[in-house]
């Protein structure tokens, strides 16, 4: 059989078991990688899990954990140590979406919980598993940002925030990374069709939007050993105005 591109490798992915992170999920068990695949709800991840073993692709490790949980997040790196004995791929994908509204109006305990996802738990993972991906011949990290980051419209506050907060501490940590084997970018998308934009567009999203199957090759090309691209912000479907 013909050698895949991750064949060897181990990868985290989070938010993995559905949208974005599920179609990353699949792609990167397709090329070979031995999957970690961190989300709360158990029943998704099985279901995910089951689609990679009919597809033929190497059963995923389930890590059902809630990213606000920071205390686990905190020992992530000694869990996948211990489990896997490496890795060689993170993807930072998981996020949150507060309710919409007026900044002015919006509640603190919503703009907490939105940090506690969106920057609180990534920092807490690359605190924790620099080490292992350091230690890897071609570590590879990849986070997930959002055009609001760049590009705030009203009503997005919390959320726009934290993704601009993210984007920050990820070019931070590709300026302190560079002379390392590691290479971090961020994918920055447009509108794509999942549960979140479900919710953010209840009425249906106006606009056209990306599939996450369209997507996910552009989170493979990031973290194939042979990329060397470094402290990149790709920005997807900017120009089409597209929010989220
Ligand atoms: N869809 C878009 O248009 C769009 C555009 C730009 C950026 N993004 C970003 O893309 C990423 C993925 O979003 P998506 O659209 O694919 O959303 P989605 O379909 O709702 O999937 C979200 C994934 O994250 C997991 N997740 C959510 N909250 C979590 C938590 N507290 N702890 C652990 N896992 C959690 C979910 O599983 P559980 O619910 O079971 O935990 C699920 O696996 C997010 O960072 C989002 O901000 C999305």
């Given at each position: 059989m013909a050698e895949k591109r991750l064949d060897g490798k181990v990868a985290l992915v989070t938010g993995g078991s559905r949208g974005i992170g599920g179609a990353v999920?699949?792609?990167?068990?397709?090329e070979g990688a031995q999957v970690i695949v961190m989300a709360r709800g158990i029943a998704s991840l099985e279901e995910i899990d089951d689609e990679v073993r009919a597809a033929g692709d190497l059963p995923l490790t389930l890590l059902p954990v809630d990213m606000a949980d920071i205390e686990t997040i905190s020992n992530?790196?000694?869990v996948i140590a211990h489990r896997c004995g490496r890795l060689d791929i993170l993807v930072g994908n998981a996020g949150t979406l507060p309710p919409l509204g007026p900044v002015?109006?919006?509640?603190?305990?919503?703009?907490?919980a939105t940090f506690q996802v969106?920057?609180?738990?990534?920092?807490?993972?690359?605190?924790?598993?620099?080490?292992?991906?350091?230690?890897?011949?071609?570590g590879r990290a990849v986070f997930t940002g959002s055009f609001l980051a760049r590009h705030p419209a009203a009503y997005w506050g919390a959320y726009a925030a934290s993704k601009a907060a993210l984007e920050?501490?990820?070019?931070?940590?590709?300026?302190?990374?560079?002379?390392?084997?590691?290479?971090v970018n961020m994918i920055s998308p447009g509108a794509v069709q999942t549960e979140m934009l479900s919710k953010a567009y209840p009425g249906g999203y106006p606009r056209k939007a990306l599939t996450p199957e369209n997507l996910a090759p552009r989170?493979?090309?990031?973290?194939?050993p042979e990329c060397l691209r470094h402290g990149e912000v790709i920005e997807i479907a900017a120009g089409n105005a597209t929010f989220l």
């Open positions: 999920t699949r792609l990167l068990a397709r992530i790196g000694d002015a109006n919006s509640s603190p305990e919503d703009w907490s969106n920057v609180e738990a990534n920092l807490c993972l690359i605190r924790n598993l620099a080490p292992l991906l350091l230690d890897s011949p071609a920050s501490i990820i070019r931070v940590w590709a300026a302190e990374t560079e002379k390392t084997k590691l290479r989170f493979l090309d990031l973290v194939l």
